[in-house]
C-alpha cells in the first residue's frame, strides 16, 4: 500500500509543460472556437430578442444585443390566427399517419428483403436503390400525383414519405445481423408458418 501511495504521488506530480508553440496553439484554437460558436449562437439569440421587440425597430435595425421597446403584441395576433393552429394540426397529423403507416411498409419489406429465398430479390434490391440516387423532379413528380387524383389532398404529402429506402435497406441489414437463421428454422420446424414467424418471433426480438 505505502509503496502503491508513493506511485501515485509521483504520478501526480509529473507535469508535462507545455511548449511556446502549443500554448499559441490553443489560444488561436479557442479563438477561432468562440468565434464559431458566436456566428451559430447569435441567430438564435436574435430571433429571440426581435421576437420581444417592437416590429419598427428590428426593420430600423435598431435591434442588435437586446430588445428594444419589448412588446408581445407579435405573440398575441400569431395566438389570434387559426390558420397557425390548423398547421400545428396539419403537422401532427401527418406525422403520426405517416409514421404508423411508415413501419407498417418497411418493417415487412426489410424482413422478405433479408430472406435468402425471396424470389427476385437482386431485382427488387435494384428497383429501390436506382430511385434513392436518382429522382425524377418536382415537374414528374406533380404529374404523378395529378394523374392519381392526389393534388390538394393529405396522401399527396404522406405516401410519397411512407417508404424510405435507406430506412428498408438498415431494417434489411439489422433482420440480417441480429436474427439469427437457426431460431427462424427451429420455428418453422415447431410448425410456424412465415406470418406466425414474423409476428411472434422476429417482431419481438427486434423492439
Not at 405573440?75 to 399517419?97: C, H, P, S
Amino acid at each position: 500500500v505505502a509503496i502503491m501511495s508513493v506511485h501515485s504521488k509521483s504520478l501526480q506530480s509529473i507535469h508535462v509543460k507545455s511548449s511556446k508553440g502549443d500554448r499559441i496553439f490553443y489560444v488561436i484554437n479557442c479563438i477561432f472556437l468562440g468565434l464559431l460558436a458566436l456566428i451559430i449562437l447569435y441567430p438564435l439569440y436574435f430571433i429571440i430578442i426581435a421576437a420581444i421587440s417592437d416590429p419598427d425597430a428590428v426593420l430600423a435595425g435598431e435591434v442588435v444585443l437586446y430588445p428594444v421597446k419589448v412588446t408581445l403584441s407579435g405573440f398575441a395576433k400569431i395566438l389570434e390566427r387559426t390558420d397557425v393552429w390548423r398547421g400545428y394540426l396539419n403537422t401532427i397529423i401527418y406525422t403520426a399517419i405517416t409514421v404508423v403507416l411508415s413501419l407498417v411498409t418497411t418493417i415487412p419489406a426489410g424482413w422478405a428483403l433479408s430472406r435468402k429465398n425471396l424470389v427476385g430479390k437482386k431485382f427488387f434490391m435494384i428497383y429501390f436503390i436506382i430511385p434513392m440516387f436518382f429522382g425524377g423532379g418536382l415537374i414528374p413528380f406533380y404529374n404523378v400525383m395529378s394523374s392519381l387524383h392526389l393534388v390538394n389532398t393529405i396522401w399527396s404529402v404522406i405516401l410519397p414519405a411512407i417508404l424510405s429506402v435507406w430506412n428498408l435497406f438498415m431494417t434489411r441489414t439489422f433482420f440480417e445481423s441480429s436474427i439469427p437463421d437457426g431460431l427462424v428454422e427451429a420455428a418453422k420446424i415447431d410448425g410456424a408458418g412465415e406470418f406466425r414467424t414474423f409476428f411472434s418471433l422476429v417482431l419481438p426480438l427486434s423492439k
